[in-house]
């Protein structure tokens, strides 16, 4: 196999030339830059926060009985058309049928987060719905209803390490060594 680079534009070549020309940033322009980074990753810890109220007061909402998976459908995005375009995305909606606290039988879609392919016809999950409205349940799995809230926190908490440990590294930098 047999790798072939493009050779930079004369346009590219220049503004690289012009680029070369600049002095480095100053210490402050690199911490500052560095903090720039630890308030997105406070954002998307805070964006963590956020979304895992909102799961919370919604969940709260519900009362918790098992569900039976009932029906799976699914809707693929990144067709235009009936034609594919590559960018392939699936979503999925389970169907449940489930028992109420007063007896009564419903089928109700899932809504909300947690609406996974783990699931198959005839499982048994633990769901949640809504007094007011038993056409809406929502799935209560650990994983399934906390993954973006992890992964918020996880990447947040980790911009924020990182621009912490990075400001103090640029700091010692410009500490005089003997």
Do not use: C
């Not at 809504?111 to 409205?133: C, H, K, L, N």
């Not at 906390?146 to 621009?163: C, D, E, R, T, V």
């Amino acid at each position: 196999m047999v790798i072939r680079y493009r050779r930079p534009s004369e346009s590219v070549r220049k503004s690289a030339e012009k680029l070369d020309d600049l002095p480095p940033p100053s210490i402050e322009q690199r911490i500052q830059a560095t903090r720039v980074m630890g308030y997105v990753g406070g954002a998307l810890f805070a964006g963590f926060l956020l979304t895992i109220g909102y799961s919370v007061f919604e969940n709260s909402k519900t009362i918790p009985v098992d569900g039976t998976v009932v029906s799976i459908s699914s809707d693929v995005s990144g067709t235009h058309n009936g034609t594919y375009d590559g960018s392939r995305l699936t979503s999925y909606w389970h169907k449940f049928r489930f028992t109420d606290r007063d007896g009564v039988e419903h089928i109700a879609d899932s809504v909300g987060d947690g609406r996974d392919t783990a699931f198959q016809v005839g499982d048994v999950v633990s769901i949640g719905y809504y007094p007011d409205d038993a056409t809406k349940v929502r799935v209560r799995s650990w994983f399934g209803l906390w993954k973006l809230q992890l992964l918020l926190s996880g990447l947040g908490l980790a911009l924020i390490a990182f621009s912490i440990w990075s400001i103090k590294e640029i700091r010692n930098e410009e500490q005089p060594t003997d």
